[in-house]
């Protein structure tokens, strides 16, 4: 499934230092990462690592203090077109004064010279894709939250980007909706080509997903553990999670995130 | 959506909908407060009628109404009415227009803020009949004086609601729209000038009030027409019953204005009135 590997998204020597009245926050220290086009990527790592920082500078979304981020070549400066980022907060980055159909023709209408008809087909199609039909004309805050964050994968999708960069997209929502999102996801990712990025405090989520994951350590975050995950597709929310292989990769991530935290994970006798 | 919910009236704590139990139910309508102003009106009948208040200035009610309906079917009250709801149209419109306009610069660039925050601060706590005597000066004492003041009144209360609403904007949505290569005067138009429309309404409808307000004072200072002239001059010539038809129909201006603006931010809010609803589960 993943094609041959030319690094499309390439991060060097990144760190990004935050200046707070108490002093200086070194974020990120160091970060070089290179990711393959087709990948599905997770960032995993304690909460508060610069986990959000990374994804938000390879969105051209916040500036690094120093090093670089490439994509296919060029050097990521402000948000760059063929990348949309998807917010964890779907309630707040949905548009309420625009109803479904209005926020997933959000980017077309900004992005693409598309006519009003091209327009109103790539929405209707898109919104097909992630099964909203019937609801082009609700609200965003009339639907549930797996719901919401559909609309908001479908404004993301609707601009044909080549990278998706997700921000904890459902960690918001309940256990169940989330097993639906990310087959969702998991589709869309294969049938659409596309780059993911997936940031994710949830080691599970993250092995079951990718086809790499990548454990940062704690703040000042540099890469702890480089992991490709060679489970075979399609998977299955419980075959899969049942294989020796997937388990092994799962204790192999926890402990590496549970020694960062010097958490004790054992039970005493 | 209740009634309630739309009215202008803030609703504090809502009483819990119990079941009506015996004659509950009449204070739960609209029409019992309606009730209460028509037995104010009989107790006013009755004080003017048995003389408990001795003074010519205080004529029955049903005289007022009386001369109320002939001035209606005379065309006499429309004749004054129509200028000054003219006037106070144009006023407000300019400076709910000026309001948005500045208050959206003052929130989104840091130079117009700092350029204008100070003036501001300083003309706006100035009553507005206070600088009337310069503006006649300048303006004379017909309607461009009369829209320059309530425009100028009209203004502030919309600039500083805009610019709290712009500032409320939620730096997600920005993000979100930036993400999507929306910028500039294209973020502004698309998501702040939206976003802030909640707020942007509230000061609209203070400043409607205002506007009348200030429609009524001008017009009772220096004006040979309106309903603020109309008014102050029943008054001088001791034609006291068309006095008070004139300030009830302003009672009822004011009241269907309101009504009027309310019924428009209703239709243009209704996506705010549910998204902060369902916040709020």
């Keep these: 499934m993943v094609s041959a590997s030319e690094p499309f998204l390439i991060i060097r020597g990144l760190r990004k230092v935050f200046a707070a009245p108490g002093g200086t926050t070194v974020a990120l220290n160091g970060i070089d990462l290179e990711i393959a086009r087709g990948s599905f990527v997770s960032i995993i790592g304690p909460s ?67 006519s009003r008809d091209e327009i109103a087909s ?77 940031v994710t405090h949830d080691v599970d989520e993250g092995v079951y997903l990718s086809s790499r994951v990548v454990a940062l350590s704690r703040a000042p ?25 997937y388990l092994e990769y799962r204790g192999r991530l926890l402990a590496q995130l549970f020694a960062d935290e010097g958490l004790v994970a054992t039970e005493a006798a | 959506m209740s009634d309630t919910a739309k009215s202008d009236m ?18 739960k309508t609209r029409w019992f407060g309606v009730g209460f102003i028509v037995l104010l009106l009989a107790l006013w009948e009755l004080a003017a009628a048995s003389g408990w208040v001795p003074s010519m200035s205080f004529p029955r009610m049903s005289a007022v109404l009386a001369t109320w309906w002939e001035l209606i079917v005379s065309g006499e009250l429309f004749g004054e009415l129509v200028p000054s709801i003219l006037r106070m149209f144009g006023g407000y419109f300019i400076g709910v227009a000026l309001g948005v306009v500045l208050g959206l610069l003052m929130g989104y660039f840091r130079f117009f803020y700092s350029l204008l925050e100070p003036i501001t601060e300083v003309l706006r706590p100035i009553p507005s009949p206070a600088y009337l005597p310069i503006v006649i000066l300048f303006l004379g004492i017909d309607d461009e ?12 209360p919309v600039l ?99 009504r009027l603006f309310v019924a ?5 809010l209704a996506w705010h009135y549910g998204y902060t609803q369902q916040q709020r589960n």
């Design chain 1, 48 to 114: 508060g690592c610069g986990k959000s920082t990374l994804l938000q500078i390879m969105a051209g979304l916040a500036e690094p203090t120093s090093g670089a981020v490439f994509l296919d070549g060029r050097k990521v400066e402000g948000p760059p077109r063929s990348v949309i980022y998807v917010f964890q907060q779907y309630t707040r980055s949905l548009f309420p004064w625009k109803t479904v159909e209005r926020n997933v023709a959000f980017g077309l209408e900004n992005r693409e010279s598309l």
């Design chain 1, 122 to 198: 790539r929405t209707r199609q898109i919104i097909a894709l992630v099964k909203l039909t019937g609801f082009e004309r609700h609200y965003p805050w009339q639907l549930s939250g797996g719901m919401q964050q559909r609309v908001a994968i479908a404004r993301a999708l609707a601009c044909r980007p080549d990278v998706l960069l997700m921000d904890e997209p459902f960690s918001a929502v309940d256990a169940l909706t989330r097993v639906g999102l990310q087959e969702l996801l998991r589709s869309l990712w294969r049938e659409l080509g596309l780059t993911v990025v997936f």
């Design chain 1, 221 to 245: 975050a540099r890469i702890a553990i480089d992991l490709p995950i060679e489970l075979v597709h399609p998977r299955d929310q419980i075959v899969t999670r049942a294989l020796p292989q």
């Design chain 2, 10 to 27: 803030p609703t504090p704590v809502a009483p819990p909908a119990k079941p009506a139990v015996g004659v509950a139910w009449l204070w």
């Design chain 2, 145 to 156: 004086m009369k829209v320059f003041m309530i425009a100028f009144a009209s203004l502030f």
């Design chain 2, 160 to 258: 500083l609601n805009t610019y709290s609403g712009v500032r409320s904007v939620d730096p997600i949505q920005l993000q979100t729209a930036r993400t999507f290569g929306v910028t500039g005067w294209k973020l502004l138009w698309q998501i702040v000038l939206p976003s802030a429309a909640p707020y942007i309404f509230t000061g609209m409808r203070v400043s409607l009030a205002v506007a009348l307000i200030v429609m009524v004072i001008s017009e009772m200072v220096a004006a040979s027409s309106g309903i603020g002239y109309f008014i102050l001059s029943a008054q001088r010539g001791f034609k006291i019953r068309d006095m008070f038809a004139g300030v009830l129909t302003l009672a009822v201006v004011g009241y269907v204005l309101n």
């Design chain 2, 264 to 268: 428009i931010e209703n239709r243009v």
